[in-house]
C-alpha cells in the first residue's frame, strides 16, 4: 500500500525536519500517488502513499479528532468496516472511509492491545503526544516489513533500510554475525539485518519508545494445534476460509489480478476469484529453463479458468542487467533467483492492475514443500538407539562423497533439529570455516541451530512435520518469501496481497492433523482436495515449480564470466577467501559439483556490498514509465 518512515529524537531537541524528507524520498516506488508530513517538537513522520482505498481521502499522517494522536500505516485490514461500526457504536466520529483511521480509534479505544483486533497485513507507526509515545506495530506472519535502529539519540523506523541510511552517522558496517547465518539461511534471520546497528521489528511483535525507555513485546503466537475430525470437515472447512478470505482481499477501489505460476496455490486464488469478476493474470518465465515451461503450464491453466492472461519471457542478458537494480530495491542480500523472478512478473502487472492476490504461505501452512516428506522416509531410524544412529552417521562419513546412499545415512542419522534449517541450507558449519576468515565462537556470536534451536523448543512435543513447518514459519517465510515478495512487487508500486496468509484461514488450517496435511503419496492433501472441483486434475496433482530461474545452467554459461568477475574483484579478503569461492565456481562450470546456490549467494552479497556499503553504483527511487501510464489510464477513466 505505501511506505512509512519516522524519526524520534530521544534528547528532547526538534526533530531535524531535512532527515524525514530525505528518508521519505527514499520510497517513492513504495507510494507514488502522495507524500505527506507531521512534526511535533522531537517527533516527525513521513509517509508515501500508493492509494487504494478512499483515494481521495487516504492523505496521511492521519490523526484523531484532537490531533493529540497521529499514524502513518502501510498495508490493508480487511475487517475494518466491522471494527469501523463496532468504534461508531462506542462513540467514535469518523471523517475518512479508510482503514487507516479505525487503527487511532481502535489504540484510543485500547492502547497497544489494538492489534490483537486487526486482521490483515500492517505495519504502522503511532504517536501518542499526551503521552510522548512511539508505538511500532508489524502484522502476525511478517507481510510487511518494518526496519529500526535506535541509540541513546535517537529511534527510528522505516519501511525499507534505505531510509534509515539517509539519517547523518548511520553506519553501512556489515554485521558479520547476519553473514555468518546468510551463508546457512540464504537470508538474514530475523531480527538482524546485515547492517550493523539496524534491526527488523519481528512478526507479531510491537514496539514501545517513551523516554529512555524502548520494550519489544510479542503480541501473538503462531501455533499448529491439530484436532481430531474427519479429512471431510477440514476439506469443506478449507474452502470455505478460502472463498470468505479471496472475498475479503479483494476490497480496493483500484484495478487488480493475480500472479499465476503452474501450481496449485496461485490457481486455487485465480478460481476463487473468477467465481466473484473477471480476473487479469500474469506470468514470468525465463529462457534456458528446459522442459515445459512455467509460461505453458500457467497459460493452460488460465484458458481452462478463462482469464485474461499476460505473461512474458526473461532472457539471461536482461536478468544479469536489472540484476544490481533489483538487489537495491531488497536492500538486504537474498539469494533466492526467484526473487528476482518476482520483480519482473510484478513490472509486467504494473501496467494493468495496482493489487495482485498470490499464493504465498500456503506451503507453510498446509504442508507443501516436498522436504516435508522427509520425516515419512527416514522413519525407520526412529526405531534404532540413539548410539546406532550416530553409528550409521559416522559409518556416512567414510563413504565417498556423491556415492548413492550416503546422504540418506547422513540425515537419517541426525534429529530433525539436527538436520533441518529450514527450506534453504547453503553451507555447513564445517565447510564455512573453510573459506570465512572470522571465527564466531571467538566473537561471541550464536550458531544457526541456536537460532533454529528456540523455534524447535517451543514445539518439542509435536511431530517431527509440525516441526518443520513451525520452523519455516517463523523463519523462512518472513525472511525470505514475504520479504522478496513486498519488495519487489513495491518496487514496482504493485500491492501484493496474500489470502493464505490469512488470520482466519490460519487458525483454521493450524487445526489440521500432520496425517492429512501429507497423505495419499502427496504434500498439502487437505488444500489440494478442498480446491478439486475448481481446477483441472493435472493441475492439483502438479509438483511444485514456482517460477524456476536457471540459476545452474546460467552460471556455467551465460552468467559465469559475470560471477567471476565479481569474486574476483571483492575486496573483502578479510571477510572470506575469495579463492575458494572461486574454485567453487569452476567446478560448476566443469560439472563436477552443482555448487550454483552457494555461488549465487557469494554474488549477491558481492552485489549488495558494492551498492550499500562501498556505494560504487546508485540508484534514485521513482515511479516507474509503467505504473505512470497505469495512473494516467486510472485518471483519465475517472473523468470521462
Given at each position: 500500500m505505501c511506505g512509512i518512515v519516522g524519526f524520534l529524537n530521544r534528547r528532547g531537541q526538534a526533530c531535524d525536519t531535512e532527515i524525514i524528507h530525505a528518508m521519505n524520498g527514499e520510497i517513492v516506488h513504495r507510494g507514488p500517488d502522495d507524500a505527506g508530513y507531521y512534526f511535533d517538537g522531537s517527533l516527525g513522520l513521513g509517509f508515501r502513499r500508493l492509494a487504494i482505498i478512499d483515494l481521495k481521502?487516504?492523505?496521511?499522517?492521519?490523526?484523531?479528532?484532537?490531533?493529540?494522536?497521529?499514524?502513518?500505516?502501510?498495508?490493508?485490514?480487511?475487517?475494518?468496516?466491522?471494527?469501523?461500526?463496532?468504534?461508531?457504536?462506542?462513540?467514535?466520529?469518523?471523517?475518512?472511509?479508510?482503514d487507516t483511521e479505525v487503527i487511532i480509534h481502535l489504540y484510543e479505544e485500547y492502547g497497544v492491545e489494538c492489534v490483537s483486533k486487526l486482521r490483515g497485513m500492517f505495519a504502522f507507526g503511532i504517536w501518542d503526544g499526551k503521552k510522548e509515545q512511539l508505538f511500532l506495530a508489524r502484522d502476525l506472519f511478517g507481510i510487511k516489513p518494518l526496519y529500526y535502529t535506535y541509540n541513546s539519540d535517537f529511534l527510528a523506523f522505516s519501511s525499507e533500510i534505505k531510509s534509515l541510511l539517509k539519517i547523518p552517522g548511520i553506519s553501512r558496517e556489515i554485521d558479520r554475525e547476519a553473514f555468518w547465518n546468510y551463508l546457512t539461511f540464504q537470508y538474514v534471520p530475523e531480527p538482524m539485518t546485515m547492517f550493523e546497528g539496524i534491526w527488523k521489528l519481528p512478526p507479531a511483535h510491537y514496539l514501545i519508545a517513551r523516554g529512555n525507555e524502548v520494550v519489544i513485546k510479542r503480541y501473538y503466537q503462531l501455533a499448529f494445534t491439530p484436532i481430531e475430525q474427519p479429512v471431510s470437515y477440514f476439506v469443506e472447512g478449507v474452502l470455505e476460509q478460502l472463498r470468505e478470505s479471496v472475498r475479503v482481499h479483494m476490497n480496493s477501489d483500484v484495478p487488480r489480478g493475480a500472479f499465476l505460476s503452474s501450481g496449485v496455490d496461485s490457481s486455487a486464488i485465480v478460481a476463487l476469484l473468477k467465481e466473484l469478476e473477471e480476473v487479469q493474470t500474469f506470468t514470468v518465465g525465463f529462457e534456458g529453463a528446459g522442459g515445459l515451461s512455467e509460461i505453458e503450464y500457467a497459460r493452460e491453466t488460465a484458458r481452462v479458468l478463462g482469464t485474461v492472461h499476460r505473461d512474458t519471457v526473461i532472457s539471461a542478458k536482461r536478468y544479469l542487467e536489472e540484476l544490481p537494480r533489483l538487489v537495491y530495491h531488497q536492500d538486504e542480500p537474498v539469494a533466492d533467483p526467484s526473487a528476482i523472478a518476482l520483480y519482473f512478473v510484478s513490472e509486467l502487472a504494473s501496467e494493468h492492475v495496482t493489487v495482485v492476490l498470490s499464493g504465498e504461505g500456503a506451503d507453510e501452512i498446509f504442508g507443501g514443500y516436498t522436504i516435508y516428506r522427509e520425516p515419512l522416509s527416514l522413519r525407520v531410524f526412529d526405531y534404532l538407539p540413539p548410539s546406532m544412529r550416530q553409528g550409521l552417521g559416522d559409518v556416512a562419513q567414510i563413504i565417498p562423497e556423491g556415492m548413492k546412499g550416503r546422504s540418506f545415512l547422513m540425515r537419517g542419522s541426525k534429529t530433525v533439529e539436527q538436520r533441518f534449517f529450514g527450506n534453504a541450507f547453503l553451507f555447513s558449519e564445517a565447510e564455512k570455516r573453510k573459506f570465512v576468515k572470522f571465527d564466531p565462537e571467538k566473537l561471541g556470536y550464536g550458531r544457526p541451530t541456536d537460532l533454529t534451536g528456540r523455534y524447535y523448543q517451543q514445539v518439542q512435543d509435536a511431530d517431527d512435520v509440525t516441526k518443520m513447518q513451525y520452523l519455516d514459519l517463523h523463519t523462512w517465510l518472513p525472511g525470505d518469501i514475504l520479504m522478496k515478495a513486498d519488495k519487489m512487487t513495491m518496487a514496482n508500486s504493485v500491492e501484493l496481497r496474500v489470502p493464505f496468509l490469512d488470520r482466519q484461514v490460519f487458525e483454521f488450517a493450524s487445526k489440521i492433523p500432520a496425517a492429512y496435511r501429507l497423505a495419499n503419496g502427496t504434500t498439502k492433501y487437505v488444500l489440494r482436495e478442498a480446491v478439486r472441483k475448481l481446477l483441472p486434475k493435472e493441475v492439483t496433482e502438479r509438483k511444485k515449480l514456482g517460477f524456476p530461474v536457471p540459476t545452474r545452467k546460467w552460471l556455467r554459461d551465460e552468467h559465469y564470466q559475470f560471477a567471476r568477475e565479481i569474486i574476483g574483484s571483492s575486496t573483502l579478503d578479510d571477510l572470506f577467501d575469495k579463492d575458494y569461492v572461486l574454485h567453487l565456481l569452476e567446478e560448476h562450470r566443469q560439472g563436477v559439483r552443482d555448487h550454483a546456490r552457494k555461488i549465487w549467494a557469494i554474488v549477491i552479497f558481492l552485489l549488495w556490498h558494492q551498492i550499500f556499503v562501498v556505494q560504487s553504483q546508485s540508484f534514485i527511487s521513482k515511479e516507474s514509465e509503467l505504473v505512470a501510464k497505469r495512473r494516467h489510464r486510472m485518471f483519465v477513466e475517472e473523468f470521462v
Open positions: 481521502g487516504g492523505h496521511q499522517p492521519l490523526t484523531n479528532e484532537d490531533e493529540s494522536i497521529w499514524i502513518v500505516f502501510n498495508g490493508e485490514i480487511y475487517n475494518y468496516k466491522d471494527l469501523r461500526d463496532e468504534l461508531i457504536a462506542c462513540g467514535h466520529s469518523f471523517k475518512t472511509e479508510t
